[in-house]
């Protein structure tokens, strides 16, 4: 049986596949060639990230398809109601890359607590001819322990940012309109174990106490973030998005950023992928990157041998 890995899959995961007897392609076939690639190659597992998009279209057209795999969370590149529809098994990977986003948020929360995204492109500017300009420009940092984190999407990448929180002595706060309440596990490099309960509140209420906001909610129609909800919050708060470009009003950041309100923000995921605008990149109260919240290879490799093990069960 084979397998088109379009958007890459990691060694362990061909490995896992190979194993079990499953032709592997990792192939990258043009979008508008992929119907073409998948029939004649006989296809029956497609596997995508976040490049390769799986609509109606392709769906009736390749009527050998058993099953469509996305590797990570969010799965709005595929038609999965319609897919479901026409018998299709649609899988995903939505906890392997949990905590390699969590890291990446709290890269750019000490980042921008101590200025870090600014000094790192001044230093090589200005570092021999204004460094004690720089030094006193940078010199009011804030620490994240004793400090609040509001968490917004309190599933599984919302709980492991809490867990990184809790173990950076930070006080958890958290909504989600799905969930009352989480025990959240914290282990330890020695076998220790400390568990802690958190019950959710308000969105109105995390907006209003937490110094230090993140994003962990899937894509929607409205904004989970604007004018409003900036408004609500306090003043010099830090902001992270790392879930989905659209989720936070990218005009009212800007303008949150500039009156005040918000002190700094993150973004990882931009509402105009792969061409964020320009104001954004050129803001220097943003600490950017090119959405790689699950860019590591420790999760790619829990990615690829979950994906792996779930088309086995399906398929056998």
Known sequence: MNVLANDGISQSGIDALEKAGYNVSTT?????????????KDISVLLVR??????????????????????????????????????LHVINTPAASSHSVAELVFGHLYGLARFLHNANREMPLEGDSNFKGLKKAYAKGTELKGKTLGVLGFGRI???????????GMKVIA?????????????????QKVNFDIETISKEDVLK????ITLHVPAQKDYVIDEAEFNMMKDGVIL????????????????????????????????KEPKPEIQLLMNPSLSLTPHTGAATNEAQDRIGTELASQIVSILG
Do not use: H, W
């Open 28 to 40: 990258t076939v043009a979008q508008e060639q992929l119907i073409n690639y998948i029939n004649e």
């Open 50 to 87: 976040s490049a390769t998009t799986v609509r109606k279209d392709l769906i009736d057209a390749c009527p050998n398809l058993k099953i469509i795999g996305r590797g990570g969370v969010g799965m709005d590149n595929i038609d999965v109601e319609y897919a479901r529809e026409k018998g």
């Open 158 to 168: 919302g709980q492991a940012t809490a867990k990184v929180a809790l173990g950076a």
């Open 175 to 191: 909504f989600d309109p799905f969930l009352e309440k989480a025990n959240l596990e914290l282990e330890f490099f020695d076998g």
């Open 209 to 212: 106490q937490a110094d230090f």
């Open 240 to 271: 992270a998005n790392a879930a989905r470009g659209g989720v936070v009003n990218e005009v009212a950041l800007v303008k949150a950023i500039e009156s005040g309100k918000v002190a700094r923000a993150a973004l990882d995921v931009f509402e």
